[in-house]
């Protein structure tokens, strides 16, 4: 069986988003790939539409079993985190409308899982997401190559039998590794 995951990496002026198909022998490939631009010039709702149209023709076009989404973390730049947040919130909500499972996974995890260390760079992503899905060229720019290491990174690590996530519908098929998984992940977030 093939897991379909549709990858976020969320940002408002711009938001990666790509699809993989993982089968169960980690084999993994690129469905499509893409990125929503919008201006900063642009009002915040009209930027949040942009984004939020775009989704819902992805998950229509492409029906993936699962949304994998970048964990919005603190940096020093509130006005970033909170852009990144925004446009999370329409890209979770999209899902959660057609009740598609959603993980979250942090930048660190996403690099682990890809390049093997959580304090790899960009670069380094974009060059193993391009060898694990046995592409041409580089995805570019680099959003889009950080949204198919999401969907790469949540299929790996859920496993490619099902559509498996942290939330939502479908959770109940975990298995108990990654339900102890999922409920240290609550409880850590519980506990900030």
């Given at each position: 069986m093939t897991l379909r995951v549709l990858g976020v990496d969320p940002g408002l002026t711009r938001c990666g988003i790509g699809v993989v198909d993982v089968e169960r022998n980690r084999r993994a490939t690129m469905v499509a790939v893409g990125v929503v631009g919008t201006s900063p010039d642009e009002t915040l709702d009209r930027r949040l539409l942009v984004i939020a149209?775009?989704?819902?023709?992805?998950?229509?076009?492409?029906?993936?079993?699962?949304?994998?989404v970048e964990r919005v973390f603190s940096q020093l730049n509130v006005s970033t985190v909170m852009g990144?947040?925004?446009?999370?919130?329409?890209?979770?909500?999209?899902?959660?409308?057609?009740?598609?499972?959603?993980?979250?996974?942090?930048?660190?995890?996403?690099?682990?899982?890809?390049?093997?260390?959580?304090?790899?760079?960009?670069?380094?992503?974009?060059?193993?997401?391009?060898?694990?899905l046995r592409l041409e060229a580089p995805p570019r720019p680099a959003d889009a190559a950080d949204a198919l290491a999401l969907a790469i990174t949540h299929a790996w690590r859920a496993g490619s039998g099902a559509a498996v996530a942290t939330t939502g519908p479908g959770s109940s098929s975990l298995t108990p590794a990654q339900l102890a998984w999922a409920e240290a992940e609550a409880k850590a977030r519980r506990a900030r």
């Open positions: 149209t775009a989704i819902d023709e992805w998950l229509d076009r492409y029906e993936p079993q699962v949304l994998a990144v947040a925004q446009a999370s919130g329409v890209v979770i909500a999209a899902a959660a409308r057609r009740g598609i499972p959603v993980a979250l996974h942090t930048p660190s995890e996403v690099k682990a899982a890809v390049t093997g260390s959580g304090s790899s760079n960009k670069e380094a992503v974009t060059k193993l997401v391009t060898k694990i």
